[in-house]
Nanobody, 121 residues
Framework: QVQLVESGGGLVQAGGSLRLSCAAS????????MGWYRQAPGKQRELVAGISSGGSTNYVDSVKGRFTISRDNAKNTVYLQMNSLKPEDTAVYYC???????????????WGQGTQVTVSS
């Protein structure tokens, strides 16, 4: 089995910064795309940023120019640097990873447990 463990959430004032990390562990053969999603109260979960195994990135329009996604393939870790945070960025942030794992090279998408990001005005 594969586990994704997130860290780095917290409370920050508007205009501040946070860096989220998500480390994957387990019987990993390889990781394809990785991404960060968020879900605010009463809203659907949305993709915030994604990154391919080769490093290509994409972002939701609302975070372009403020957030940066990156990954360290040697550490099976994905990061989300969040700058110029706004109150509307408040949500639970989840990472996910498209993983080949196990003896049978199973292909699955795994999710982290979520980390709360709260931006005060």
């Amino acid at each position: 089995q594969v586990q994704l463990v997130e860290s780095g959430g917290g409370l920050v004032q508007a205009g501040g910064s946070l860096r989220l990390s998500c480390a994957a562990s387990g019987r990993i053969v390889s990781i394809n795309a990785m991404g960060w999603y968020r879900q605010a109260p009463g809203k659907q979960r949305e993709l915030v940023a994604g990154i391919s195994s080769g490093g290509s990135t994409n972002y939701v329009d609302s975070v372009k120019g403020r957030f940066t996604i990156s990954r360290d393939n040697a550490k099976n870790t994905v990061y989300l640097q969040m700058n110029s945070l706004k109150p509307e960025d408040t949500a639970v942030y989840y990472c996910n990873a498209d993983v080949i794992s196990g003896s049978w090279w199973s292909h699955n998408v795994f999710w982290g447990q979520g980390t709360q990001v709260t931006v005060s005005s």
